[in-house]
Structure formats: structure tokens, C-alpha cells
């Protein structure tokens, strides 16, 4: 088996992952009008997403399990979501799911519930490994593309011939960012051995994907915006105990004190963790569930505190981030009249009062 169809068969993501790769997948399949009924739980009225091709109306059933299921569980949850055909009006049936089906086991199907169609595992995969899904590929089960799958990807979207001048003007400009920059990061710092990548996703907003590599490009730019870029000591993760406090303060009896700086990677691995998860989870909530999310984070960012330096700026940008994508607006912080308030509102939340973080957040979203 490849990569792909391993991920997809152990899927471990949850629904909401699973039905909205499954709207991606629709997309490039031709469907239009893909509306995802409850991607964050709750009852779907049998079915989980609606769709249309060719002015028909198409009720779709996702089916992504950990592991290969029994023919018979595959048929059962089939024969469940179909029932919405009926239910709904509908012209057809999409069933979308990472089981493995034979020949034999498709006609069955499709002999038995007609105005159906199956795509199964063999299939997603095929959609997944194929240039207009690598996109898909990279947002939902986080393969890059190797050297061949980018040439293709780019064939598939532009004219190369036409566009060689700009995007040749375009790599030299990125290049005389990044390179720099990639030097600076310390690969040590992601600490489960990934690569780096702080090139811009496209159709993946920052705050969905974020990383340990883009908290430290964006400490390096605040850094640098502050002209304090050039001391390697503050670039990345710190290297030494901190404490906060009123100056002249030590370890004991300081007001805050962060973890040892050991325990940095694998808290801020755990803390984007659990933001890549929730954003999926807040991103049809309300307002007042989202900027509760981004409250949290905040938080925990700051009570890791993880830079020598740079993470209050760090911790306001990605704020601002969050909060322009998951609500339009940008979070205004030159706006916070007393300073103590904040400061007030951030020890509140440690001790597991966010209300107070969360009116500010929303009384500074412009």
C-alpha cells in the first residue's frame, strides 16, 4: 500500500476531517454547491453532505472508520445513508469512504441501492494522488509533494510557457525571503522530526495549519521588526529557565513561572495539536465559541512561553491571525487602554477564567 491509502484506511482524524475531504474530493469530481450538513457532530438527517451535479440533487454518506470493516458493517452504514434518497428528495447517492471494495462488492452495492455511486478507497486514493488533489492530500493527511507531484500540480494549474517570466521573478523573490530564514529555524525545535515548511499553503489559512516552523518565522519577522533580529540568543526556542515577575525578583519568588525549556517542543506540539482539532471544531461555531478558542491559545502560549523573546508579539499576531480568518476582523491591540486589565485577564485565564480575556478579545475585534 501507498502512503495515502495507509493513512486513509488507519483514519484517526475524526468525522469532521472525513466529511469535509470528502466535499474537497466532490469538488474535483465535478459536484457543485457541496453543503456540509454537521461537519462538527451532531444529527445530519441522514446525510452529511448535499451536493449537485448537472442540476440533480446528490445526498452523500461518509464512511471513513479506523481500520477495514466487514462487508456487512460497510453495507449496513451504505444502507443507512441512502435512506436519505428518499428522505430528501434527492436524484442520487454518493457514498464516500477509505473501506476497500471489490468489483463484485461495488455492483452489489449499486445493484441493490440503484441512483448510487461509490467512491472507495482504491478511488479516494486515486483522487488524493492525482494533481488536482495533492492539495487536498497535503491539507487533510499532511503528505508534500515531492519534486514530480509539484511539476505536475503547477502543469494542471497554469500555463507554464505563458507564465515562465513571472513565475520565475516570483521563486527568486520567495527564495531571497526564505533562504535566510531557513537558516535561522532550528530543525531540532519541531521535534518529531518533521520538515520544515514556511511557504504559504494555498487554500490552507495559516491559523488552520500552523506549526512549530511558523511560530518561529513569525518571531523572527517581529524580532527583526524591532531590530533585534540579529541576536541568534533570542531566535527560536529558548535554551534557558525565565520567570516573570517585578525586577529584582528570583525562581521562588517570581509571579509566573514557564516550563523548563525541555518541556517546550512537546507542549507547543501538544498545544497546535489540539488548535488544529478545535478549529475544525469552532469553524461553523458561533462567535463567542470562536474567540473562546482563540482565547485559550493565546493563553497557553503565553504561559509556555516559549521564545527567549518576542512572545507577546508573537502571541498578539497569531491572535490577530485567528481572529481575521475564523471571524473577518483583526483584533486591534494598540486599543487595550490599560495594560493592566490584559495582564489581569491573562492570570485570570491561567487559573481557568477566560471570560475576562474573551470580552477584551471581542471588544478589540475591528
Given at each position: 500500500m501507498n502512503n495515502t491509502y495507509q493513512i486513509l484506511i488507519n483514519w484517526d482524524k475524526g468525522n469532521a476531517f472525513a466529511e469535509r475531504m470528502a466535499g474537497k474530493i466532490l469538488g474535483i469530481e465535478g459536484y457543485t454547491d457541496i453543503d456540509?450538513?454537521?461537519?462538527?457532530?451532531?444529527?445530519?438527517?441522514?446525510?452529511?453532505?448535499?451536493?449537485?451535479?448537472?442540476?440533480?440533487?446528490?445526498?452523500?454518506?461518509?464512511?471513513?472508520?479506523?481500520?477495514?470493516?466487514?462487508?456487512?458493517?460497510?453495507?449496513?452504514?451504505?444502507?443507512?445513508?441512502?435512506?436519505?434518497?428518499?428522505?430528501?428528495?434527492?436524484?442520487?447517492?454518493?457514498?464516500?469512504?477509505?473501506?476497500?471494495?471489490?468489483?463484485?462488492?461495488?455492483?452489489?452495492?449499486?445493484?441493490?441501492?440503484?441512483?448510487?455511486?461509490?467512491?472507495?478507497?482504491?478511488?479516494?486514493?486515486?483522487?488524493?494522488?492525482?494533481?488536482?488533489?495533492y492539495g487536498v492530500r497535503l491539507e487533510?493527511?499532511?503528505?508534500?509533494?515531492?519534486?514530480?507531484?509539484?511539476?505536475?500540480?503547477?502543469n494542471s494549474h497554469l500555463d507554464l510557457k505563458e507564465h515562465f517570466e513571472e513565475i520565475k521573478t516570483s521563486l527568486e523573490s520567495i527564495k531571497r525571503t526564505t533562504v535566510p530564514l531557513a537558516g535561522m529555524i532550528d530543525p531540532g525545535d519541531v521535534g518529531d522530526g518533521s520538515p520544515l515548511s514556511v511557504l504559504p499553503v494555498a487554500g490552507v489559512q495559516l491559523s488552520a495549519r500552523i506549526s512549530v516552523e511558523d511560530l518561529q518565522a513569525i518571531q523572527i519577522a517581529c524580532l527583526y521588526e524591532s531590530g533585534i533580529g540579529n541576536s541568534a540568543a533570542s531566535l527560536g526556542f529558548r535554551k534557558m529557565q525565565v520567570w516573570i515577575g517585578i525586577p529584582g525578583c528570583n525562581l521562588e519568588t517570581a509571579d509566573f513561572v514557564p516550563p523548563p525549556p525541555n518541556e517546550i517542543p512537546r507542549r507547543i506540539n501538544k498545544l497546535l495539536n489540539w488548535w488544529r482539532e478545535e478549529y475544525m471544531n469552532i469553524l461553523y461555531a458561533d462567535r463567542q465559541e470562536k474567540v473562546l478558542a482563540i482565547a485559550q491559545f493565546h493563553e497557553q502560549f503565553l504561559s509556555i512561553h516559549p521564545f527567549l523573546d518576542g512572545n507577546g508579539r508573537v502571541s498578539r499576531v497569531i491572535a490577530s491571525i485567528q481572529c481575521e480568518d475564523l471571524l473577518g476582523q483583526k483584533l486591534s491591540f494598540e486599543e487595550i487602554a490599560d495594560r493592566n486589565e490584559y495582564y489581569k485577564a491573562l492570570q485570570s485565564a491561567r487559573e481557568g477564567g477566560h471570560q475576562a480575556l474573551v470580552d477584551m478579545f471581542l471588544s478589540l475585534a475591528k
Amino acid at each position: 500500500m501507498n502512503n495515502t491509502y495507509q493513512i486513509l484506511i488507519n483514519w484517526d482524524k475524526g468525522n469532521a476531517f472525513a466529511e469535509r475531504m470528502a466535499g474537497k474530493i466532490l469538488g474535483i469530481e465535478g459536484y457543485t454547491d457541496i453543503d456540509p450538513q454537521c461537519p462538527v457532530g451532531g444529527p445530519d438527517g441522514t446525510k452529511d453532505i448535499l451536493c449537485q451535479r448537472e442540476r440533480r440533487k446528490y445526498v452523500v454518506g461518509c464512511y471513513f472508520p479506523n481500520g477495514q470493516m466487514s462487508f456487512a458493517k460497510i453495507e449496513e452504514k451504505f444502507s443507512g445513508d441512502y435512506e436519505g434518497l428518499a428522505k430528501h428528495s434527492a436524484d442520487g447517492f454518493v457514498f464516500v469512504t477509505n473501506q476497500k471494495l471489490t468489483p463484485g462488492e461495488r455492483v452489489a452495492l449499486t445493484a441493490k441501492y440503484p441512483n448510487s455511486e461509490i467512491f472507495h478507497g482504491e478511488r479516494v486514493c486515486g483522487v488524493l494522488d492525482s494533481p488536482k488533489g495533492y492539495g487536498v492530500r497535503l491539507e487533510y493527511l499532511g503528505i508534500e509533494l515531492n519534486k514530480s507531484e509539484q511539476i505536475s500540480f503547477l502543469n494542471s494549474h497554469l500555463d507554464l510557457k505563458e507564465h515562465f517570466e513571472e513565475i520565475k521573478t516570483s521563486l527568486e523573490s520567495i527564495k531571497r525571503t526564505t533562504v535566510p530564514l531557513a537558516g535561522m529555524i532550528d530543525p531540532g525545535d519541531v521535534g518529531d522530526g518533521s520538515p520544515l515548511s514556511v511557504l504559504p499553503v494555498a487554500g490552507v489559512q495559516l491559523s488552520a495549519r500552523i506549526s512549530v516552523e511558523d511560530l518561529q518565522a513569525i518571531q523572527i519577522a517581529c524580532l527583526y521588526e524591532s531590530g533585534i533580529g540579529n541576536s541568534a540568543a533570542s531566535l527560536g526556542f529558548r535554551k534557558m529557565q525565565v520567570w516573570i515577575g517585578i525586577p529584582g525578583c528570583n525562581l521562588e519568588t517570581a509571579d509566573f513561572v514557564p516550563p523548563p525549556p525541555n518541556e517546550i517542543p512537546r507542549r507547543i506540539n501538544k498545544l497546535l495539536n489540539w488548535w488544529r482539532e478545535e478549529y475544525m471544531n469552532i469553524l461553523y461555531a458561533d462567535r463567542q465559541e470562536k474567540v473562546l478558542a482563540i482565547a485559550q491559545f493565546h493563553e497557553q502560549f503565553l504561559s509556555i512561553h516559549p521564545f527567549l523573546d518576542g512572545n507577546g508579539r508573537v502571541s498578539r499576531v497569531i491572535a490577530s491571525i485567528q481572529c481575521e480568518d475564523l471571524l473577518g476582523q483583526k483584533l486591534s491591540f494598540e486599543e487595550i487602554a490599560d495594560r493592566n486589565e490584559y495582564y489581569k485577564a491573562l492570570q485570570s485565564a491561567r487559573e481557568g477564567g477566560h471570560q475576562a480575556l474573551v470580552d477584551m478579545f471581542l471588544s478589540l475585534a475591528k
